[in-house]
């Protein structure tokens, strides 16, 4: 652990100027307590810094948590092994991306059935918490169940054992981007109302107690359920796709769920700290409470894993949640090519195409180098190695 401050922490041995500045920046505010933990996968980001834990007293600021609520991870450990599988693994890829809408949300048009029990739960939490979701976005039923572009992502993987992984990145979608942008504006109109002075205006805040922040809160914690819930659907089709795959020479052969872990790495809650409750805003990092299981996805052609937390507590009982961008898109498009990709790729089943060069790994923090670094906040359990890669574009 690098100590850069009083409030600051650092776990990351690459880091740059600009992600440091904006760490200390944010670690100015006064009602951070006992300090912020920048994990080793930090980069920068909108307002907060992407791969920091940040514990406030009786304040949160929204871009803190990020524009994407709830977005995590959720893995399923089959009984299957990789000698199972059948040699030709395309057709698992395309049944996939048939089974689950994938990229912008303008052509997730309709509500598949498997999803209604939990469209009708998410129904019942925000009635009882008083607010109506279509308010954010009139679709959100229909995104329910779809997995989104950028670096969300599903993956069959396999670990040190040759046990096949289902492994899956995803979040709030366009519902949690809404409501994440209506309370940072929010934020925003209040300190400008009250002159209150912001060393960046995206660390606006809201104030326990208000009506604002409450109502952001409810908002906020219903959005970290529809990401949970939008996950676990997502990997029940996934689990029925592979299981027809698998059975697929005729067999009947059905797999059986052995573990599955769901967490996020986008979120806020209460916890208690250095002998004071405050609110923890992980944006880019994941919970890792002693005996806590994890999950950290390295980028798209390398390594992921399992882990369990250390319950370090100068880390907030935090750790990283993947790579962290080294390159942003832009710079990744103008640096890499197709063909690099591709040798990135090489064994791997994935949809071959130019759209994703900027999620090529080279555009990553080395994802060995970032788990040296955790070497103090989880614990590895297991290091799955990728197999089938499906993407929205």
């Given amino acids: 652990m690098q100590k850069i401050s009083k409030t600051l922490a650092s776990w990351a041995s690459i880091l740059d100027e600009k992600t440091l500045e904006q760490a200390r920046t944010t670690a100015t505010m006064p009602f951070i307590y006992p300090h912020l933990?920048?994990?080793?996968?930090?980069?920068?980001?909108?307002?907060?810094?992407?791969?920091?834990?940040?514990?406030?007293?009786?304040?949160v600021m929204p871009a803190a948590v990020g524009v994407d609520i709830g977005c995590g991870m959720i893995a399923v450990l089959t009984d299957t092994t990789v000698d199972q599988l059948p040699d030709d693994r395309t057709p698992l890829r395309l049944a996939i991306e048939r089974a689950i809408p994938l990229s912008a949300g303008a052509a997730n048009n309709r509500i598949v059935a498997t999803a209604q029990p939990r469209v009708?739960?998410?129904?019942?939490?925000?009635?009882?918490?008083?607010?109506?979701?279509?308010?954010?976005?009139?679709?959100?039923?229909?995104?329910?169940?779809?997995?989104?572009?950028?670096?969300?992502?599903?993956?069959?993987s396999?670990?040190?054992?040759?046990?096949?992984?289902?492994?899956?990145?995803?979040?709030?979608r366009g519902v949690g981007n809404k409501i994440a942008q209506t309370y940072i504006d929010i934020a925003k109109k209040l300190a400008?109302?009250?002159?209150i002075s912001l060393p960046d205006a995206d660390l606006a805040y809201l104030v326990e107690g208000t009506p604002e922040f409450s109502r952001?809160?409810?908002?906020?914690?219903?959005?970290?359920?529809?990401?949970?819930?939008?996950?676990?659907?997502?990997m029940d089709r996934v689990v029925r796709q592979f299981?027809?795959?698998v059975g697929g020479d005729g067999s009947g052969n059905s797999v059986t769920q052995l573990e599955r872990i769901n967490c996020h790495h986008n979120f806020t809650q209460k916890e208690t700290h250095f002998g004071k409750e405050v609110w923890v805003s992980r944006k880019g990092a994941i919970s890792a409470k002693a005996g806590e299981l994890g999950l950290i996805p390295g980028s798209m052609g390398t390594a992921s894993y399992v882990v369990e937390g250390t319950g370090n507590a100068m880390a907030l009982e935090s750790s990283p949640h993947g790579a962290g961008r080294l390159y942003s898109r832009s710079a990744a498009r103008k640096t890499f090519t197709q063909d690099q990709l591709r040798e990135a790729m090489v064994g791997i089943e994935f949809r071959d195409t130019d759209a994703f060069i900027d999620e090529i790994p080279h555009a990553y923090k080395p994802i060995?180098?970032?788990?040296?670094?955790?070497?103090?906040?989880v614990t590895i359990k297991h290091t799955l190695r990728q197999l089938v890669n499906v993407k929205g574009d």
């Avoid at 396999?158 to 709030?172: I, P, Q, T």
């Avoid at 952001?216 to 997502?234: D, G, P, S, T, V």
């Avoid at 060995?368 to 906040?377: F, G, Q, S």
């Fill in 158 to 172: 396999a670990d040190e054992l040759d046990r096949v992984w289902l492994f899956l990145h995803s979040g709030s």
């Fill in 37 to 59: 933990a920048l994990m080793p996968d930090a980069h920068l980001g909108l307002g907060a810094t992407v791969g920091s834990v940040i514990p406030t007293l009786r304040a």
């Fill in 243 to 245: 299981t027809e795959w």
């Fill in 368 to 377: 060995d180098e970032v788990m040296a670094d955790a070497a103090d906040l």
């Fill in 120 to 156: 009708a739960e998410l129904e019942a939490m925000a009635e009882t918490a008083g607010f109506d979701p279509a308010q954010r976005l009139g679709r959100w039923r229909e995104q329910l169940g779809t997995l989104g572009s950028g670096n969300h992502f599903i993956e069959v």
């Fill in 192 to 195: 400008a109302q009250w002159f």
């Fill in 216 to 234: 952001y809160i409810a908002e906020l914690r219903w959005a970290q359920h529809y990401a949970l819930l939008n996950r676990e659907e997502m």
